[in-house]
């Protein structure tokens, strides 16, 4: 997918569905990661990882794959 508005939303709790829909809704290329998995918000999203949101190191490399120009808490 070719898409300039890439963002990564840290956490896959319910309440990140709301954040993760309206993202799509603005044709924005979502990435969402966390620990849980067969969450809501993963099934919507672009992509989604199962990582922990205190790993950077991983949370960098997702972001690099992925070309991600924004992040934000879920």
Do not use: F, H, Q, W
């Amino acid at each position: 997918m070719s898409n300039d508005k890439r963002i990564m939303i840290l956490g896959d709790n319910p309440e990140s569905a709301v954040i993760v829909e309206t993202a799509n809704a603005m044709g924005c290329y979502t990435v969402v990661v966390g620990i849980n998995t067969d969450t809501r918000p993963k099934k919507i999203a672009s992509v989604a990882y199962d990582i922990n949101a205190l790993d950077v190191d991983g949370l960098c490399a997702i972001a690099k794959k992925e070309k991600v120009n924004a992040v934000m808490v879920g």
